[in-house]
């Protein structure tokens, strides 16, 4: 029982949310924002520009830097870290840092100095590859072809080897610049690595988050020795060790202890992916309960019992921090294509929320938007592709309501059809992020769907589920009753489908599979 810490380092902010188990309440949720609070970095969006639309790196300085910002903002309004009896937390999945150094060798941060120009000069690259990127596809195809197929990977792995997967940008990274490859002495996932920053070490690779590498072998929950050496040459070396979700990885640093006010000895319990994070922050660990997540991803994921693949090969299985699995299918055209069709018509999201709810019809009246405004890991597309279908005004971008629906109905009706292999039609369907507090939006969903839509009243779920699992792991709670507290669903948010939904979408269904059949997707 007692206060529990958990920080989410997503694509474009870090938050901070202490949950109080002992009273059921949240007492603190912020975040900073990189783009806003760090323009230095330059990367408005979270990562680093690029002419080169598959090419996705982020400055890892600034999520460092992000950290000590947020700890002092914090800790200035009166937080009390002294306070906090466990840490726990998530980073976005597949992004990796690479140093020149093991952590647990370095000597303790110094707390009269900022952690940012500590870190630099144990970097052996200065920018990380994170799960935008797309521009692996000889590796994959290497990869797999080392380990005899496809399917040889998705058995080890749980997924086919992918883009934006951490042994494939390994691969890449050993290609494109050998020397720095070899100096390196250590890579982490944004997970681990920030782990490793609150306790001033070497913190190990969750299995969850780790099984977004192509290199976790899923049976054991170990690295798997093909496809460790299928990778890169050394590279068994410079994994740190993949551990159980509620392993303690170490305790705070004294840096935070000196300089924020943490206690010494606060445990810090390994950081998973911001997926499988969210899983718990949605109450959904145990089979049954699909999670729709709106954020600069959009992803689909539920709890499985047993690892079961995507004949399609667009899906993944991670490991689910209760125990057992996750599917998760995930989409790059999320928040980032929401915000650009927004932009185009200069709708507010209150405007965007009355077009689909009370100027336009489930159909949209046959017309369609392919909303790919960035390269697509689902489908598979490595250049941007947007294209219009229907009416002249509505094709000449002339028909504000009707486009606002559109883009939301075509990344409903693609979650769909790329989730349907996880089951059974799911009835019920929790949403998460910040496009789902949008009523248009969670409507389009239900109506796509066919489901009941339901938003939980606490906003980040993933850095709730970081809160939660350092509650259960340090204070021992049961996740029963941290979900009793703290995963309620907010009624007010509840969304039923439409009459005659389910009639409006068959044609349009239809329409877009033979629109993404025609671009070979
Ligand atoms: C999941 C994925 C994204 C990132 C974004 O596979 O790539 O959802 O985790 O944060």
């Given at each position: 029982m007692g206060l529990y810490l958990g920080l989410d380092s997503s694509t474009q902010s870090l938050s901070a949310m202490i949950v109080d188990s002992d009273s059921g309440r949240v007492v603190l949720d912020e975040s900073v924002n990189f783009g806003k609070a760090l323009p230095q970095y330059g990367s408005p969006s979270g990562f680093l520009p690029n002419d080169d639309a598959q090419l996705k790196h982020a400055d890892p300085l600034m999520w460092v830097e992000a950290l000590d910002l947020l700890l002092g903002q914090l800790?200035?309004?009166?937080?009390?870290?002294?306070?906090?009896?466990?840490?726990?937390?998530?980073?976005?999945q597949h992004g990796s840092v690479y140093l020149k150094q093991r952590l647990s060798e370095v000597a303790a941060w110094d707390p009269s100095r900022d952690l940012a120009s500590q870190v630099r000069p144990l970097l052996s690259r200065p920018s990380s590859p994170i799960w935008m990127d797309s521009s692996t596809s000889a590796e994959c195809r290497e990869i797999a072809a080392a380990v005899g197929g496809d399917a040889r990977v998705v058995t080890l792995s749980g997924s086919r080897a992918i883009e934006r997967f951490t042994g494939p940008q390994i691969r890449a990274f050993y290609k494109r610049e050998p020397a720095a490859y070899a100096a390196t002495r250590e890579i982490h996932l944004?997970?681990?690595?920030?782990?490793?920053?609150?306790s001033g070490g070497s913190a190990g690779i969750d299995q969850g988050d780790g099984a977004g590498m192509n290199l976790l072998d899923l049976s054991t929950g170990t690295w798997s020795p093909e496809l460790v050496a299928a990778t890169a040459p050394g590279l068994g070396e410079k994994l740190p060790r993949a551990v159980a979700s509620r392993t303690q990885v170490g305790e705070i640093a004294s840096y935070f202890v000196k300089k924020y006010g943490f206690r010494p000895g606060t445990p810090i319990i390994a950081f998973t992916g911001d997926n499988p994070s969210s899983l718990v922050g949605m109450g959904a660990t145990d089979p049954g309960t699909a999670v729709i997540s709106m954020g600069t991803s959009d992803t689909v994921f539920a709890a499985m019992r047993k690892p079961h693949t995507d004949p399609r090969g667009f899906g993944h299985v991670f490991g689910n921090p209760a125990g057992g699995f996750m599917c998760l299918i995930c989409f790059a055209n999320g928040s980032l294509a929401r915000e650009r069709v927004a932009e185009r018509l200069g709708l507010s999201w209150d405007a965007f929320a009355r077009a689909i709810l009370e100027e336009t019809q489930p159909g949209n009246q046959g017309n369609l938007l392919l909303p790919f405004f960035i390269p697509e890991m689902t489908p598979k597309l490595l250049a941007p592709k947007v294209e219009l279908f229907g009416s002249e005004r509505f094709v000449g971008w002339q028909e504000p309501a009707a486009l606002a629906r559109a883009i939301v109905e075509a990344q409903a009706l693609s979650m769909q059809r790329h989730s349907d292999w996880i089951g059974e039609q799911p009835r019920l369907i929790r949403v998460t992020g910040g496009a789902s507090k949008n009523r248009g939006i969670r409507q389009v969903l239900a109506d796509v769907f066919g489901a009941e839509i339901r938003a939980l009243s606490v906003g980040n779920a993933s850095?709730?589920?970081?809160?939660?699992?350092?509650?259960e792991a340090v204070g021992k709670v049961p996740f029963a009753s941290l979900y009793e507290a703290f995963a309620a669903t907010d009624p007010a948010s509840n969304v039923s489908p439409s009459a005659g939904a389910t009639a409006a979408y068959a044609e349009l269904r239809q329409k877009f599979v033979e629109r993404l059949t025609a671009l070979g997707a």
């Open positions: 800790k200035a309004t009166g937080t009390d870290f002294g306070a906090v009896d466990g840490i726990s937390g998530a980073g976005q944004v997970s681990s690595f920030f782990a490793s920053l609150l850095a709730l589920g970081g809160a939660l699992r350092a509650a």
